[in-house]
């Protein structure tokens, strides 16, 4: 297993917002959660890269485990972790600085400094993100000239550039136009022979065409996980099927 | 009918701000236009010397704009850094507690009584400084110029902080999803995301500095001198003025109306720089929005 949550909870000072959750994701596939705003997708999500570490009076009871190693262990270097895991997230977030230093930046702060391998990489990930083609003449124009889809696509690129394994995505479409969102949605598909995606969404039929496997969500708790068609089309629980039918959330 | 007359009686507080504004720079251009008559704005701009209190006139404004920037300078140097480092510390590293005992406490130094700063100056730090470097004088443009920037220090930190608050969280988060750490995010993304707020409190400190009267009066001195000494007397432009309008100078007079043309060069400058904090602010305003 790539990926293991044993017995997580997690808690907002006194307000418990995760009760409970075991779940294991396998090596290259891609995982969506759903479920209705506030049942705690995006909180379990960004367990991972340890997000929510910057969050004050926050607590985590139980393990997460990647690749077998219990990443709250005290000996983990944060920093060196969230190398190997990409985030995307729901707003494109791309930094005040130039389409080609966006891609570089998590390179060299990560110590490379040879220019020619941040060159390389930074051709390599922009195509890896379907990009290339539409920047490669203005690498050096500002990242803000970008359209919205197009900023969402540099800021994939700019975390598949330091080479992570894993992928998470907080509602990496939700702010972008139908096209945008497909084109986001057709990326994730040839991402994942290489890496192990998480995606949080709203989109329904988002996660059915793109995924794999389906956890639902709801008021904290982990409802049901299974193969995608399975949970779309024969869920086990009543309440998944309440949500799936969209006669509640 | 009462609404009528609250609307018109606010209308009326703001023209009063208004016209007095004008007025000032009614006064201003008339005096100095009565002065450019009997001066030359060419000898104004290039003359070395500043005499028009001796009977050997010479009208060089360079001297006592020299004092100015560089008692300005010396104190940016101090509070531009300084300050700088506080806002990232407060924004980015300090506990909520810590910053919000920190934060109102820096702003307190505002609050000090500029006079307090130049009699500090000059009966504590200029000693103090003397006994570090003996070829100080007493009056110099080192020791208030060190005031000075503490005084707008707070400034700086508090509205540079003001703008690095402002960034959006997600900004920070993707530097720190890329394994980035606190300094490499605050220094390299929460910056440069913050360039335009940082830059138009320094460019308000600088008009604070410049326009900054009683420190440089008390410790300066009274010596209108083109140098970049930092340990030798000079003499602000502020100071100049002070100086002739609290001494016996006859009104209507030459000498009277060279504190006209000392002010309106004054006025020149900091209103070139609200300019550009102006412009700097809407040219980098609302990229995130």
Known sequence: MKIEAKNVKFFYGQDQVLKDISMSIKKNTVTALIGPSGCGKSTFLRLFNRMNDLIEGARLEGEILIDGVDIYNKNINVNELRKTIGMVFQKPNPFPKTIYENVAYGLKVNGVSDKNIIEESVEQSLKQAALWEEVKDKLKKSAFALSGGQQQRLCIARALAVKPSILLMDEPASALDPISSIKIEELIYQLKSSYTILIVTHNMQQASRTSDKTAFFYMGELVEFDDTRTLFTNPKKERTQNYITGRFG | ?289
């Open chain 2, 1 to 289: 009918m009462k609404e009528k007359i609250i609307e018109k009686l606010l209308l009326f507080c703001a023209l009063l701000t208004i016209f007095t504004t004008l007025g000032i720079i009614a006064v201003l251009l008339i005096q100095s236009f009565n002065f450019f008559k009997e001066v030359s704005f060419f000898d104004f701009v290039t003359d070395t010397e500043w005499t028009p209190l001796f009977s050997n006139k010479r009208y060089g404004i360079l001297p006592l704009l020299s004092g100015t920037l560089l008692t300005t300078l010396i104190a940016v140097l101090v509070a531009v850094p300084i300050g700088l480092i506080i806002a990232i510390y407060l924004s980015e590293y300090a506990p909520k507690k810590v910053r919000s005992i920190l934060k109102p406490s820096l702003e307190i130094l505002a609050a000090v009584p500029t006079v307090v700063y130049g009699y500090f100056a000059l009966v504590y730090v200029t000693p103090f400084l003397q006994s570090i470097f003996p070829s100080l004088s007493g009056f110099n443009s080192l020791s208030p110029g060190l005031m000075m920037g503490i005084m707008i220090l707070p400034l700086v930190s508090s509205l540079s902080e003001d703008a690095l608050y402002a960034v959006p969280k997600f900004l920070k988060e993707g530097s720190f999803a890329l394994g980035a750490t606190r300094f490499q995010t605050a220094w390299k993304v929460m910056v440069p995301a913050a360039f335009s707020g940082i830059a138009v409190s320094v460019i308000l400190a600088i008009s604070r500095a410049i326009g900054e009267t009683m420190i440089v009066a008390i410790a300066a001195g009274q010596q209108p001198r083109l140098t970049f000494n930092p340990f030798v007397p000079v003499e602000t432009a502020t100071t100049y003025i002070v100086q002739v309008s609290s001494g016996d100078v006859p009104h209507d007079s030459i000498e009277y109306r060279t504190i006209f043309a000392v002010g309106m060069s004054l006025f020149v400058i900091t209103l070139i720089l609200n300019n550009i904090s102006f412009w700097l602010k809407r040219k980098y305003q609302a990229t995130y929005s």
